[in-house]
């Protein structure tokens, strides 16, 4: 099975900033995409930003020229930087990964969820 630590969340004043951190390990043979989302109290999950194998990015209007989503292949990792953070970006953050777990098998995994607060 593949395993997704998630890391980086916390308090943080509007107009700061944080830096998620996703790390995956296990049965890999390789990963294709990886982005977060979020979820806020009482709202769905939603997309906030995703990274393909070949780097390229796509992100939710609401986030685009604050947050850059960034990825580590030789790590498994993939990172979130969030600037200029709004107190509507509060929510759980996870990340969700795409995984070969053979050459041939596909299964899509989710990290365990970081509470972001933008709070003064």
């Known amino acids: 099975q593949v395993q997704l630590v998630e890391s980086g969340g916390g308090l943080v004043q509007p107009g700061g900033s944080l830096r998620l951190s996703c790390a995956a390990s296990?049965?890999?043979?390789?990963?294709?995409?990886m982005g977060w989302y979020r979820q806020a109290p009482g709202k769905e999950r939603v997309l906030v930003a995703q990274t393909t194998s070949r780097s390229n990015t796509n992100y939710a209007d609401s986030v685009k020229g604050r947050f850059t989503i960034s990825r580590d292949n030789a790590k498994n990792t993939v990172y979130l930087q969030m600037n200029s953070l709004k107190p509507e970006d509060t929510a759980v953050y996870y990340c969700?990964?795409?995984?070969?777990?053979?050459?041939?098998?596909?299964?899509?995994?989710w990290g365990q969820g970081t509470q972001v607060t933008v709070s003064s």
């Open positions: 969700n990964v795409g995984v070969f777990i053979t050459q041939l098998t596909y299964k899509n995994f």
């Open positions: 296990g049965s890999i043979f390789s990963i294709n995409d």
